[in-house]
Nanobody
């Protein structure tokens, strides 16, 4: 059973940075994707960044150039470095894991089988 546990959220002022972590365990699939998503109150969950098991990354336009996804395979941990945060980044942040679809990692939530419980990020202006 795959377990994902996020940490690193908190409150920060606009322009600041945070690094989120997602400790993963239990997955055995060879072809997988991991991703970071967020959901603000009253909004749908949106995909932010994905990383494939070969290290290939992909970013949503809203975070490209500000956020960086990475993984440490020895620690089974996924990271999201977030810089230049603004009030629009306030949301609950989730990590997710799932199989690649036709070799690609999707931003669609339905493509991911496993989810963490989330960590809150609040950015004050």
């Amino acid at each position: 059973q795959v377990q994902l546990v996020e940490s690193g959220g908190g409150s920060v002022q606009a322009g600041g940075s945070l690094r989120l972590s997602c400790a993963a365990s239990g997955y055995t699939v060879r072809s997988y994707c991991m991703g970071w998503f967020r959901q603000a109150p009253g909004k749908e969950r949106e995909g932010l960044a994905t990383i494939r098991n070969d290290g290939r990354t992909n970013y949503a336009d809203s975070v490209k150039g500000r956020f960086t996804i990475s993984q440490d395979n020895r620690k089974n941990t996924l990271y999201l470095q977030m810089n230049s945060l603004n009030a629009g980044d306030t949301a609950m942040y989730y990590c997710a894991a799932g199989p690649a679809v036709l070799g690609r990692c999707s931003f669609e939530t339905v493509s991911y089988s496993y989810w963490g419980r989330g960590t809150q990020v609040t950015v004050s202006s």
